[in-house]
């Protein structure tokens, strides 16, 4: 990750330039990228708490700004998209980048953890400081802007059901699992 991150870009956003979801600021591609998101959800009638959502973005604006370097994030790096030499446990490959994007390297730890609450294990955190790297975790604007992008991937995971056609006796713990994360993501953003 704190390698990645070494990568910076003009523009915040999607890497697609065709998608339209970038920006010269990142709360300004973070607000298209959920917006799409949100119209995403409407178009496939999948209720979300649109206002809500909104309401939190506008809210934390300010945090967003804070983030003014687009570094490459990679957006889905868990264990099932690594790549491992199993005898020396070098890395060797990463793929499905299709969350891939230009923002803000805190984004890396939920797309990481996309299921979960946690902010990093302390393994991830100590290797990406002793790469270099250093994420905004002590700073009140960074811990928004992790339940930002908690906020945001989860509503991918509800979202993207009916899109991708989904199917088999996961779906309901999967659906479940995500929209709790939605409403505490919302619960924190909205001071609930």
Known sequence: MARLHTVTGERFGYLNAGSGL????WPEAFGLMLGALLDD???????VPDADVRAALARHTDALAEVTTPVLVHGDLW???????????????????????????????VGADQM?????PATVLDGYA?????FALDTVAGRTR???YRLYL?????????????????IGPHRATAERLVRGALDVLLGR
Do not use: K
Request: charged letters at 15%; hydrophobic letters at 40%.
């Open 41 to 47: 959800a409407a178009r496939w009638g999948t209720p």
């Open 116 to 120: 979960g609450t946690r902010t990093a």
């Open 22 to 25: 970038h920006a010269p600021t």
């Open 146 to 148: 992790l339940q930002l």
């Open 79 to 109: 264990a099932g998209n690594l790549f491992v030499e199993p005898t020396t446990g070098e890395l060797v490959g990463v793929i499905d980048t299709e969350r891939s994007l230009w923002g803000d390297p805190l984004y890396e730890l």
């Open 154 to 170: 989860s509503l991918v995971l509800v979202i993207e059901i009916a899109p991708r056609a989904y199917t088999g006796d996961w």
């Open 130 to 134: 002793s790469a270099g790297g250093a």
